[in-house]
């Protein structure tokens, strides 16, 4: 098993005595779960915290079964420099207690003094600690002058916080309490009941609610100046009788920022008492946006905590922005029902929180926001996350979890959009309405305790008559990796069809699967007739099975009706041009697994970019963002790997002949009434032409708002309001590209004034993007200063990977610098360091110059085995690809292009 070792130094009052006593025999040190022979029952906290200091002071009273008599129990302890602390018997005698540190694998041994029989105690442990650097556990942020202290507990950092058994399985209540500064908020995961002063005045005590059994993953609390906003309660209806109060809680100055998210929240949580039967589980609900935060957002029971560009929202906010706020908020919201009222045991299990959050958050999205087609943005998410189920190295849905690396990278996009879209597949397939019966069953059986898959699966199994059926089918997705790619050929034989289905994995060109993986896939289809179509669904179980077709011979059929199935289809070559001639008659979901059907196939060498070219036009045309843009991967793929500088300009001229128009019509600025779906477009186009195509044109008029914004126009005032609002990203971009040095300056320095989020991540993106390699080499040096949150350095150094013309000296720059950047990434963040600077890479040696920096390193940098791995895969996949399909295709399809152009 692996485990990390923090930078810096802590010492364990305990740890050099820890060497004298001797281990309990028979028994390891526990990485994995800790035995099953001490059971927590109850805690009380009681945390000192002052945001400005380095350190808080605790006191942790547990109370603990144990289920056998012994004389030691082990729980979870990070970083902690733990004083006295003492065992209390069930007959009311305390004694000291050594405690063991093994700070390796963030396990706590406390040895009693003699064997205890089998009964209720209780442990008291008194310590200090760091408030946190990394935004783990409990953290620290600075705002200008204001300091904030913040939680994240999931997965694995309550340890870091307090002693304890932190795993998902152990849910117990919790008593909080909080001695903070007089002058600050506190808040915590449920109601206050008391406030005290301290004799001096300076400090008060706050004493919350005891809280519904929680694991400790789900314990939260932040202590700051925050800004406090009282929205009216969400009121009582058909499910839950009483009112629930509701508190928006941000930054101080902020809180006016609150006002959407906080008027849409009543909805969506109604939305979900609706659907599954069950009250809202918790005595209050508060949404705290943190100024630093290291995921999207925490659904903390009753206390989420989102990073506050996730939150706050005003006149000046992207309406793209509006739309994340939405549904994150969705997703959090859902969890308190998936995940806090019913918790997964162990991590394998994690999918179950995630995707259901997932699939609920777009049903609440379609069903409230329909102008946000939070369908499509659901299937968007899913085709990139197929991306990375074609990979060999993919993990699965349930996937066995060995170590901390593998429970920090269980929270990826297999865990979240293909789980979700398991989940809505089989909704499909038996109905809304007998999904959502087997769905409040599983909720009501496991309330405020624990399920697992096996315990969902049942309840769906049952509610859908299906039986073995449906739970076999569902596992076939569950617990193997990757993507069913099913061929299917119509067969029509006089005036009846049938349609021939069959299938295999779907892998990308050179790569080679291992076995005969079988799906249990129902695959529904639609057929079209005489202007008209139905759907009929199949439930594929073999290699290979004939299904009979409902009614006459068909004109065409698409093998993904409504883009429901989590799967790809292959279809013979004279149903491809069939289809090929009725896109116009597919709905906008289907359009985009149409487009995906072309991707995949040339991404699996099938096609060639010919006909990827070929088919651009027909989906460019169309006024939804996601299928105009369908084609944007491939064809950045093929002007990226199999173009020269004199072909490049021919793709270039052909993509700005296809959108250009669509930007004559949309204009260069939102206007009144614009829906969030030409909104869409406009930036996604406008962005396409200016910063990949560089169309000299699109890139005029954004400079031209970027300048202004910037004050450089002659007004000597930044004002970032000059520039369209859901422009602005590109529009900086532009300007700090063609501007130089006063460009980028004036950037920086508006960085260093601005607080509001979201249009700081659009400044560092400008300063990532630069092509001058001085100012590049700057912005570089610039993500490593305490400037720059931990939290926003993706913004500067994912554009500064997007520059091809920069790659080469961002390895150089890791290469120097790799201690400091590393030292700065949270460990959820560190598996994914070698996908960022992997971007572009194409051949073996390229692969291999990765591989040689860190495969090394991996044992210093968490859940990057299973990151390098994809990341090594992709690239030799692109490099196979590239030799397979080679220039000619390409050159030909060029040639034979008019004139004109
Ligand atoms: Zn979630």
Not at 494 to 506: C, F, I, N, T, V
Request: hydrophobic share 40%; charged share 25%; net charge negative.
């Amino acid at each position: 098993m692996r485990i990390f070792l923090r930078v810096g130094c802590f010492v364990f009052a305990s740890a050099i005595a820890a060497q004298l006593w001797a281990k309990p025999a028979g028994e390891g040190i526990p990485t994995g779960k800790l035995p099953a022979d001490a059971i927590p029952q109850h805690y009380a906290l009681h945390l000192t915290v002052d945001p400005r200091l380095d350190r808080f002071s605790g006191e942790a009273r547990i109370r603990i079964k144990l289920a056998k008599a012994s004389d030691h129990v082990w729980l979870h302890a990070q970083q902690l420099d733990l004083g006295k602390t003492t065992v209390t018997g069930a007959n009311g005698e305390t004694h000291s207690a050594k405690t063991i540190a093994h700070a390796d694998a963030g396990v706590l041994e406390v040895r009693f003094e003699r064997t205890l029989p089998a009964q209720d105690i209780e442990l008291a442990f008194e310590y200090t600690a760091p408030i946190n650097g990394q935004l783990e556990g409990l953290y620290k942020v600075k705002v200008g002058a204001d300091s904030y202290a913040v939680t994240q507990m999931e997965p694995i950092s309550a340890r870091h916080a307090f002693p304890g058994f932190d795993e998902p399985r152990f849910k117990t209540p919790f008593d909080i309490t909080l001695t903070v500064p007089k002058q600050d908020v506190a808040v915590a995961n449920t109601l206050q009941l008391r406030e005290q002063a301290s004799s001096d005045g300076k400090w008060k005590t706050l004493t919350f609610a005891t809280t519904k059994p929680l694991p400790t993953y789900l314990v939260a609390f932040a202590v700051g100046p925050w800004d406090v906003v009282d929205a009216p309660p969400l009121p009582p209806n058909s499910v839950r009788k009483n009112p629930i109060p509701l508190r928006g809680i941000a930054p101080r100055g902020a809180g006016k920022r609150l006002a959407w998210v906080l008027g849409e929240t009543p909805a969506v949580v109604k939305f979900y008492e609706d659907y599954t039967a069950q009250p809202y589980p918790f005595d209050k609900l508060d949404l705290l946006g943190a100024p630093d935060f290291s995921a999207g957002a925490m659904e903390n029971a009753g206390l989420i905590i989102y990073r506050d560009a996730l939150l706050l929202l005003d006149e000046h906010s992207p309406a793209d922005r509006y739309r994340s706020v939405f549904n994150v908020n969705a997703h959090e919201i859902a969890h308190q029902w998936y995940g806090d009222l019913v918790t997964v045991p162990w991590w394998d299990d994690i999918w179950l929180n995630e995707a259901y959050a997932t699939w609920a958050q777009r049903k609440a999205t379609v069903a409230l926001k329909p102008e946000f087609f939070g369908d499509l943005e659901a299937l968007e998410s899913r085709l990139y996350t197929m991306k990375n189920d074609s990979l060999l190295t993919a993990r699965k849905v349930r996937q066995p979890i060995l170590g901390h690396g593998d429970i920090e990278t269980a929270f990826d996009g297999i865990t979240y959009q293909k789980g979700a879209s398991v989940l809505a597949m089989f909704e499909t397939w038996v109905g809304e309405e007998t999904f959502r019966k087997g769905m409040r069953e599983y909720l009501a059986g496991h309330a405020f305790g624990s399920g697992d898959s096996d315990d969902l699966i049942k309840s769906l199994s049952q509610a859908s008559g299906k039986g073995e059926t449906f739970a076999r089918s569902m596992r076939s997705f569950l617990d193997q990796p990757g993507i069913p790619l099913v061929h299917t050929e119509l067969t029509c034989k006089d005036g009846k069809a049938s349609l021939a289905l069959s299938q295999s994995r779907y892998l990308p060109y050179g790569v080679l699967g291992e076995g005969e993986p079988r799906w249990s896939a129902p695959v529904c289809t639609r057929f079209g007739r005489a202007g008209k179509s139905d759907t009929q669904c199949f439930l594929l179980e073999q290699a290979e099975q004939r299904f009979a077709v409902d009614g006459s011979c068909p004109d065409w059929y698409l093998p993904n009706a409504d883009a429901g199935g989590y799967y790809r289809f292959d279809m013979a070559r004279a149903d491809v041009a069939k289809l090929g001639t009725a896109v116009a008659h597919l709905s906008a979901p289907e359009q985009v697994v149409y487009a995906d059907s072309l991707n995949s196939a040339f991404q699996r060498g099938d096609l060639g970019p010919a006909e990827i070219l070929d088919a651009m036009p027909q989906l460019a045309r169309s006024d939804m963002p996601q299928v105009a843009t369908a084609l944007f991967d491939a064809f950045e793929w093929i002007r990226e790997h199999l173009a020269d500088d004199t072909t490049r300009a021919v793709l270039d001229a052909y993509a700005t002949e296809l959108y250009e128009p669509h930007m004559k019509t949309l204009g260069y600025r939102r206007k009144d009434g614009d829906a969030p779906t030409t909104i869409a477009l406009r930036t996604r186009i406008a962005s396409f032409l200016a910063l990949t195509v560089r169309d000299s044109k699109v890139r005029a008029e954004l400079n031209k708002q970027g300048r202004a914004a910037l004050g450089l126009d002659g007004s000597g005032k930044v004002d970032l309001s000059r520039a369209d609002t859901d422009l602005l990203r590109g529009a900086l971009d532009v300007a700090v590209q063609e501007g130089g040095t006063t460009a980028f300056d004036a950037a920086q320095k508006e960085f260093t004034l601005n607080h509001d989020t979201a249009q700081r991540y659009a400044l560092l993106a400008a300063l990532g993007s630069t092509r001058d390699p001085a100012l590049a080499a700057k912005a570089r040096d610039y993500g490593l200063t305490p400037a720059v949150q931990i939290g926003e350095m993706y913004n500067l150094y994912n554009a500064q990977m997007e520059q091809p013309e920069n790659r080469a000296a961002m390895w150089q720059w890791l290469t120097d610098h790799y201690d400091a950047y590393r030292a700065r990434l949270p460990a959820f963040a560190q598996g994914y360091m070698p996908k960022t600077f992997a971007e572009g890479r194409c051949s073996g040696s390229a692969a291999d110059e990765m591989s040689a920096f860190f495969a090394p390193r991996t044992k210093d940098l968490v859940g990057s085995e299973r990151g390098l791995g994809q990341t090594l895969e992709g690239i030799r996949q692109c490099s196979s690809l590239r030799e397979h399909v080679g220039s000619k295709d390409l050159s030909r399809w060029i040639e034979a292009r008019p004139a004109t152009h």
